[in-house]
């Protein structure tokens, strides 16, 4: 889809930041776009009932409400609605879940509206990099975060030791084992 097709598009953008609304409403009209912007899921539902959109940008995390339960809810006023979910607290769970209940895309802010474009349109490339991902263990997380605090605490083991809340022999005995492999 170019730009020009998406001129007659009617776009519905919920995000409850007021600021984040308003720029990426105003870049996203400068696109062409027919923005309706919305701060949370019953003012969107109502103006998309109005007015039915044909895409959809959500808001993960909405004041007191989850995004998520909007997607099923604008699916049923348009089947052919395109969403694209965005948050800033992106996982693999919330982003199957969206995906499940109906987005063609996850995005993780920041994002530019050249993105969000490219997401609607069907253009985004995703990162297959996320197929070959395996969680760290807990053991090398525990590891990870030690050594991350130690680090934070210029090596000073019983300073480390409290911002860790443990006992100071314990630590010791945990920075004495050679690291968990990856």
Same mark, same amino acid.
Do not use: C
């Given at each position: 889809?170019?730009? #020009?097709?998406?001129?007659?598009?009617?776009?519905?953008?919920?995000?409850?930041?007021?600021?984040?609304?308003?720029?990426? =409403?105003?870049?996203?009209?400068?696109?062409?776009?027919?923005?309706?912007? =919305?701060?949370?899921?019953?003012?969107?539902?109502?103006?998309?009932?109005?007015?039915?959109?044909?895409?959809?940008?959500?808001?993960?995390?909405?004041?007191?409400?989850?995004?998520?339960?909007?997607?099923?809810?604008?699916?049923?006023?348009?089947?052919?609605?395109?969403?694209?979910?965005? $948050?800033?607290?992106?996982?693999?769970?919330?982003?199957? $879940?969206?995906?499940?209940?109906?987005?063609?895309?996850?995005?993780?802010?920041?994002?530019?509206?050249?993105?969000?474009?490219?997401?609607?349109?069907?253009?985004? #490339?995703?990162?297959?990099?996320?197929?070959?991902? =395996?969680?760290?263990?807990?053991?090398?997380?525990?590891?990870?975060?030690?050594?991350?605090?130690?680090?934070?605490?210029?090596?000073?083991?019983?300073? $480390?030791?409290?911002?860790?809340?443990?006992?100071?022999?314990?630590? #010791?005995?945990?920075?004495?084992?050679?690291?968990?492999?990856?």
């Amino acid at each position: 889809m170019t730009e #020009q097709n998406m001129t007659e598009n009617r776009l519905l953008m919920v995000d409850d930041d007021p600021v984040f609304l308003h720029v990426l =409403s105003k870049a996203m009209s400068k696109r062409g776009f027919d923005v309706m912007a =919305s701060a949370g899921i019953s003012d969107a539902l109502t103006r998309a009932r109005k007015t039915i959109p044909d895409m959809a940008v959500v808001d993960l995390k909405l004041e007191g409400e989850s995004g998520l339960d909007l997607i099923p809810l604008l699916i049923e006023i348009n089947p052919e609605m395109k969403i694209v979910v965005l $948050t800033g607290y992106s996982s693999i769970a919330t982003a199957v $879940t969206a995906i499940k209940r109906g987005a063609a895309e996850y995005l993780s802010k920041p994002v530019t509206a050249g993105d969000v474009v490219k997401a609607l349109s069907g253009e985004w #490339q995703r990162d297959d990099s996320l197929e070959d991902y =395996s969680p760290m263990s807990v053991e090398r997380m525990e590891w990870e975060h030690i050594q991350k605090v130690l680090k934070e605490n210029d090596g000073n083991v019983s300073a $480390t030791a409290r911002s860790l809340g443990m006992y100071r022999r314990t630590l #010791q005995r945990k920075l004495a084992k050679k690291p968990v492999a990856e």
